[in-house]
């Protein structure tokens, strides 16, 4: 017996409420943006500055011992991870203790770090300090504008990809809606003040990559109708074109959604933040994958024969299956 979580054939109209698809998004955008102009986002150390402390013991690590002897000193942000490696020998168990700037300073101050290898060793006896390490504004901010630039490169290329690879109509509905899905999951994370470091840009990019596979889908099974049904109505080629690549689309979300959420449950609180981007990604890729960029192209119209390429038109590539 096959699984189906969508009916075989569906007909249902994606686009009898279109203006207020687009209105909901419109108004989920200017939320968010208003949010993040107004509180900021939380940063993590990547982008605030901070300490690095590397430990190692013979002791094997537990992260909750660590935290709850560094959390008494009450230092805000701390992050603690254990630190895999197969060339490790057995007592050799590492971790990195990550410590935010401190308010008022540039960095943890010696002191700090003092109390914090003191607390640490009260209930690690045998625990060594390997190494410290520090970040401070300058640098931060340098990350925060790499990672400006990384995102608006990826989105960058989607445009000349989807651009090369169908028409200029194609392009502005994809772009649009990987600008509505990042807008929306950084204003979730502002909103939230949820922690956002190094990890949730990751997830960004991620996001972007996952939101344009499912739109490429939906748009190359559009083109596909555009040539076989040429007398048909847009509106109806769009509907009919979502309707057949509905069962993949709900069937990809819903089974990668399974897998986030139990890394979600179960994966601790070091991936916790990066999950969590992928799992907002996840539903509103798929929501702008059928209500945004799809009702852009209906608004915009496209060329409907695309066996006579017209000079211009930007569809010299569009054959290329990639």
Request: net charge negative; no cysteine.
């Amino acid at each position: 017996m096959r699984l189906r979580l969508v009916p075989t054939d569906t007909k249902w109209d994606f686009f009898g409420r279109s203006k207020l698809w687009l209105g909901i998004s419109a108004v989920m955008m200017v939320v968010a943006f208003a949010s993040f102009m107004m509180q900021g986002l939380n940063y993590g150390i990547d982008f605030r500055g901070g300490t690095t402390i590397r430990t190692q013991s013979a002791e094997a690590v537990d992260i909750g011992v660590y935290r709850d002897a560094i959390d008494a000193l009450g230092l805000g942000d701390v992050t603690i991870t254990e630190v895999f490696d197969p060339t490790f020998g057995d007592d050799q168990n590492v971790a990195m203790v990550r410590i935010q700037a401190q308010d008022g300073q540039e960095s943890v101050t010696a002191d700090l770090i003092a109390s914090v290898e003191a607390a640490l060793v009260g209930v690690v006896p045998d625990i060594q300090f390997v190494s410290v390490e520090s970040v401070g504004p300058k640098v931060s901010g340098e990350l925060i504008q790499t990672a400006v630039i990384a995102v608006a490169l990826a989105i960058g290329a989607v445009l000349v990809y989807i651009w090369l690879r169908f028409e200029w109509q194609f392009a502005v509905g994809a772009v649009v809606a990987l600008v509505h899905d990042v807008l929306l999951t950084i204003g979730v994370f502002s909103e939230l003040q949820i922690r956002f470091d190094l990890a949730i840009i990751a997830a960004l990019l991620t996001i972007v990559g996952y939101s344009l596979n499912d739109t490429v889908v939906v748009f190359d099974r559009v083109r596909e109708n555009l040539r076989k049904y040429k007398k048909m109505e847009l509106k109806e080629v769009l509907n009919m074109s979502i309707n057949e690549t509905l069962s993949r689309t709900v069937m990809t979300s819903v089974t990668t959604l399974l897998a986030l959420i139990s890394l979600y449950v179960l994966g601790g609180d070091v991936i916790r933040g990066f999950v969590f981007a992928m799992i907002w990604g996840v539903i509103v890729g798929t929501y702008s994958s059928i209500f945004v960029a799809s009702t852009i192209l209906l608004r915009l119209g496209v060329k409907r024969d695309w066996s006579k390429p017209e000079a211009g038109a930007g569809t010299q590539y569009a054959n290329i299956d990639a």
